[in-house]
């Protein structure tokens, strides 16, 4: 059998796994790779659906959002990959005020864990304007002795990457940092209404995608290059209502918050409760082959194991609001 490579970009499971394939066993057995990225569930269910399932609502919103030209027909755009040096250094990120509030949250108008739509009272906090970076990591692991991130190599990261997303972090990981840095993870609330201020808009900057505002799949397609994580704060015109960088694109971003019903829903999941954590923002790659849609809308939510780490998966951190604002 041949082995199922925990990187993205890979073609659908069939492609390794043929029918008649007993998939219960492979993603059970120790070691099994699948679950690096992916839980048990979700794999049989790709398995099963694939090539044959019709195109789901969702995964027929990708079109929509794909540019009639290339962009490099029509902008001359380039997506920043790599710096020479660090503009950020290795101290945690600077942080701003969320003020308390209500906000509006979740959507009606898409997939069932998104609603149903509501308003929501939180109090002030702080949180990260960028994601957490592998120079402010590495700094991290260098300090605690903790385990480095698998695309590191002798304990640092890839040459030119000092500030792209740090990678390869599980939610315990993640949650280590932000308590090393005096911080901790935001929940999913705080995070989205970070991300999209308090009008309800889709995205960080309005209601009508922009493919030179984000790090998204779309615009690894439209530029016609293989995608890949970028500088943080690299797409200045895509940032939120309260200055947040990256909350649409580049990784997602783990949060405190397990997943779980919103108030009012009323579609049954078996995946809702204590078993899996909620991660927000969408990133570079696309999932459309689990028929979930684009990820680029700030209610867009993802849910995996604790455990769960790969190239697509990133965080940053919140603090408490104390005292008068």
Not at 79 to 88: F, K, Q, V, W
Not at 164 to 186: I, M, N, Q, S
Not at 199 to 215: H, M
Not at 259 to 267: F, I, L, Q, V
Request: proline residues 8%.
């Amino acid at each position: 059998m041949k082995p199922v490579d925990h990187f993205h970009g890979l073609e659908s499971c069939k492609s390794c796994h043929p029918d008649g394939v007993n998939v219960a066993a492979f993603i059970d057995a120790p070691g099994s790779q699948c679950l690096q990225c992916h839980t048990a569930e979700a794999i049989e269910t790709a398995v099963q659906k694939a090539p044959t399932a019709a195109p789901s609502a969702a995964e027929s919103e990708l079109e929509r959002f794909i540019p009639a030209e290339p962009i490099s027909a029509t902008s001359g755009m380039r997506y920043p990959l790599y710096d020479e040096a660090s503009r950020l250094g290795d101290a945690p990120n600077e942080m701003v005020l969320i003020p308390a509030g209500p906000f509006i949250r979740g959507t009606d108008e898409r997939l069932p864990d998104e609603g149903p739509r509501h308003s929501i009272d939180l109090n002030a906090f702080y949180i990260d304007i960028y994601e957490v970076t592998n120079a402010q990591y590495k700094r991290f692991i260098n300090e605690t002795g903790r385990r480095s991130p698998d695309h590191f190599r002798n304990r640092t990261f890839p040459p030119g990457k000092a500030d792209h997303p740090v990678t390869f972090v599980t939610w315990d990981d993640a949650e280590a940092y932000c308590a090393w840095a005096g911080k901790r993870l935001p929940d999913d609330k705080e995070w989205e209404k970070a991300a999209r201020g308090t009008d309800g808009r889709q995205f960080p900057w309005g209601d009508e995608f922009d493919v030179k505002k984000a790090n998204t799949p779309v615009g690894w397609q439209a530029a016609g290059q293989p995608g890949d994580t970028t500088p943080v704060g690299a797409f200045a015109d895509g940032a939120s209502p309260y200055g947040l960088y990256d909350v649409t694109g580049n990784v997602w971003e783990w949060t405190s918050s397990w997943y779980d019903a919103y108030p009012g829903n009323k579609t049954a999941s078996e995946s809702y409760g204590t078993r899996y954590k909620t991660l927000k923002g969408g990133s570079w790659f696309d999932c459309s082959f689990y028929k979930c849609g684009i990820s680029a809308p700030v209610y867009n939510r993802a849910f995996f194991a604790k455990r769960t780490k790969n190239d697509t998966f990133g965080f940053r951190c919140a603090k408490s609001a104390e005292g008068p604002e």
